[in-house]
Structures are given as C-alpha cells and as structure tokens.
C-alpha cells in the first residue's frame, strides 16, 4: 500500500505537468473503485458510468488544487460525492432529497462473481436500496471502500460525530433487515 | 358483554397482527416452484439433459420479490484424471460447441419457469420481482469457456410478467420485460 | 438495549482504545445478550460484504490534449533522459574518459628474472600441472554433482507438481459427482414425500 501511494503522488506530479498518459494510468487505478462507490449511490450502470466520466474530468482540472498529493482518495471521493448529489438534485425540483432510495423496480443490480450466492446479493442490494442516499453513502464509504471516520468527515465535509451516527443508524437498519436471513438459510 | 366486546377486539386485533406478521408467501409456494423448475431442468431435453448439479432454492426477499436459483452444467462432460491425463482437442471443440448450442434451450425454459412463477405465487406483490438465477458449472481445467456466462440472471416485474401470461401482453414482449444479466 | 460499556459498533470499527476493546472483550463473554448483538453486527457486516465490486462496463480514459502537453524541446528532453540511449551514451562517456586517464598515467614495464636451473624448473611446472589438472577435475565434479542435485530436484518439484494437478482433477470429478448425487436424494427424498 505505502509503495502504491508512493506511485501515485509520481502520477499525480507528472499529471499536474500535462502528461495525460500518467492521469489515463492513475485513472485505472481509481476507476473500479469510483464507478462501483457510485453505482451503489445512484443504482443505474449508465448513470454510474457517465458520473464517473465526470469526476475523472473535473479531478484533472482541478488538480493542481490538490495540496497534498497523500490525500488523493478522499478528495477524488469528495469530488464523486458531489457529482452524485447534484446529479440527485438534478432528478428531483431544487432543495428536495429524496427520503427513500430510487432503484428502479426492475433494476435491482444483481451482478457479482459466480462464487457467491446470487439471493444474497439482491438481498444486499435490496436492503442497501432501502436506507436513504445519506445512510448508504456511509455504509458505502466505510464497509465498501474502507475510509476511516475523519476521512469520510472530508468527503462529506460534516463532523465525525455525524458520519458516526449516519453510519451506526444504517446499521440498525441493516441488522433487522438481513440478519433474519440466516435463518431462512440464505447466509 | 361489552368486556367480552372488548376481548374478541383484542384477540381479533393479535391475530390479525400475527398474519400480517408472518410471511407474506408461504413456503409451500415456495417449494412447489422450486421443484417445479427443477422438474423443468431435468426435463428439457431428452436427448442430452442438463446435469442439475444443485436443486433450486427458493426465497422471498421483502421489498424485492421472490428470487430462485440453480446450478447446473450445460452438458454432462468427463473430466481430466490421472488415467486421462489430456483431453483430445477435437473433444474440447465439441463440448464448447454443442455447450453454446444449449445455451438458448435453458433461457428458454428460465422464461417459461418465470412466467410459472409469477402466476403461481399470489402472495408476491404485483410490483416486486420475480428473479431467476442460474449458475453454470465448467471444468476449467480443460473447457474452452469463451462465451459462456458462468451465471445467467433473469428477472422481471411480477405484474409484467402475469400480463403476458394472461394474454393481456404479447409473448413477443417477454425480451423487453425480461431484465437478463449474463456474468 | 445494549448494557456494553462501550458502543459495540466503535467496538466492529476498531474506534476503540486497547484498554477499552479489552472491557468490551470480557463483557461479552459472560453477557448472552451482548454477545448475540456484537455477533449479529459481525453477520450483517459479513454479509454486506457479499456484494462485490463490478467491473466498469466501459474503460475511462482521456485522448491526449495539447494545452496541457509540455512543450516539444520538454518533450524531447524527457523522451531522451528516460530512455535506453542514456544508458548508452553514459557508458560511451566513461569509457572515454577512461582511456584519456590510461593514456596519460601508463603504468611502467615490469622486469623479469632469469632462472638458471632447468631441472628444478620442470619439477616446478610438473607440480603445479598436476596441481592444476587435480584442482580443474575436483572442480569439473563439484559441478556435475551441483548439476545433477538440480536435474534430481526440478524432478522431485515437477512430479509433486504433476501429483497436485491430478489430485485437483481428482477432487474436481468427486465434487461434481457429489453434487449429483446430493442431486438425486434431494429428488428422491420429494419423491417419497409425495402422497401417493
């Protein structure tokens, strides 16, 4: 990890001087992990896709913005967070969030690899589908991605208390809603 | 009597909580789909069955629908061991190619077993899902895999799905209600 | 309501101190209630893993965009600095100055001896002949018993190799054949269920 970081700050660096081939690079590196953070936020491929465009966009444009070269994952999440948020306020009039998560019925992504059960990714997905936008972003930022507390504080640019509690709440959710799946013989 | 009033009230109200409490499909329902597709499995071809290596299970998600799923190899194929230490190329060629022919067979009868389920389980909302999900097993080993899922997930709006059974929606729009996903 | 002294989930997300995380520890082990939530916690964190990452449908990447490119002497600069020539010309460049340095300060011409007795001369030479021949042959099987533990092993590692590979192929048939005939009772076992 400390040898991949390292690498990044040289892309980063060689970025910052022009050199697209090392941003292509370093968008290689970040772009599974961008696409599926949004996929899980927005629920639709092609949206998810077209949002990751966009981020990767806007992070070369603004990366001379960037001060510490260290700190490239939170504020490349930073970035996505807010594509995903205007792209919500884009679907719905101005000032209003949706309360509820918007997959579409027929839209459940169920993919993942052969290895495991397809019920428990669409039970995951489902319950994930339930919280709001805010909660699974939490659940999405730390269990997904792997953030620590103060960095999600970053992203989200509100305290650590609150992304505590974001998180900790989508958690209740979560445990009534799959932990009962054990016992039908799911897990 | 107006005690007795107010104790049926109570009894009628906890029984009335208990069913609503309780699943909203049963199993019953559950497991005559699920032999019901594996009948569907062993049955689809008797020239060369499928090999239906893991019965289908069954479960209803809240919220999602009910979501099913099987696992099975397209043809029953022989394997590398120490007394066959290297399979003929001629026969790899020929397990890909009549694999890949099979392939239409299976999402057929997923299409037909779905239309199955969504007019047998009342107890599914009409505007949750019905989810049909088949892994495919492949001796890797040796198997040339290319184009070939090794899962293939169907799923579709339940009301969608009994519209065309009912005849209120042309077979011919199964393709576009039908959601499939091919890993 | 959880009677932990300290949250459980902070206990999941290790936000705790070592101290603390060894309270929680010790609480657990003797509270029935507590120890089902922390375990439900786990399960729930277990199974929201299940959902794995997706692969991105389209390859992101941006065409080379010349506002932003160095400029062509940068480009040139760099392209030779980074590459194979560099090497190339800082070999050539220290060779070069090797033989300057050579040329100037020659060492001076060293002056032999003159041996007078020629019979011990050739005891000399016979010893050190045979002394060499003995050295060369001890040597020569030294390395064609190096040789030969290496051919010994590789052998040994391909054969183990060979031997993994059939037990793998092996244990793959079994699980296939396993998986039909829990096929066959799953069937057999609905079959009997059945009322007649």
Known sequence: ?187 | MKRIAIYSMLLAAAVWTAAADGPRVGLSAIRAMEQSFDKRILTASTESPFDLLGTTRGVYLEGCGAVFTAELSLLVTTNISPFLQKIPKDYVAKVHAKKLERLPLLKRTMREAMLDMASSLDGVPANENIVLGVSLDYFTKWEDTTGLPSQIIMQAQRQKLLDVQLGRASRSSLDSIIRVEEL | MSCSPFDLRDYLFGELAETDRRQVDQHVRSCSHCHEDLERLRLTHSTLLALRDEEVPQRIGFVSDQVFEPSLMRRAWRAFWESSARLGFASAAMLSAALVIFAFFRPAAAVSVAVTDTAKIEQQVSERVTAAVEKAVAESEARQARKTAEMLQVAEQRFDEQRAADMKNVSDTIEVIQKRYNVRETLLARAMEEPK
Request: charge should be neutral.
């Open chain 1, 1 to 187: 990890m400390i040898f991949r970081a390292v690498e990044d700050a040289d892309l980063i660096g060689k970025a910052r001087q022009g050199e697209v081939e090392a941003y292509n690079l370093l968008i290689s590196r970040w772009e599974k992990r961008v696409y599926n953070y949004l996929l899980r936020i927005v629920g639709e491929r092609e949206e998810a896709l077209d949002l990751s465009q966009d981020v990767f966009l806007k992070a070369y444009q603004n990366l001379r913005k960037l001060d510490d070269p260290a700190r490239f994952a939170p504020w490349l999440f930073r970035i996505a967070h807010n594509e995903a948020f205007s792209s919500f306020r884009k679907r719905r009039p101005e000032g209003e969030l949706p309360d509820q998560a918007q997959f579409p019925g027929d839209e459940i992504p169920a993919g993942g690899p052969a290895a495991f059960p397809i019920e428990l990714s669409i039970a995951v997905t489902t319950a994930l589908g339930k919280l709001s936008p805010e909660h699974r972003e939490a659940v999405i930022l730390k269990i997904y991605q792997g953030f620590k507390f103060e960095e999600m504080a970053e992203i989200l640019e509100c305290p650590v208390s609150t992304v505590k509690s974001r998180l900790y709440t989508a958690l209740d959710v979560l445990k009534a809603q799959l932990a009962p799946l054990k016992s039908r013989g799911v897990t």
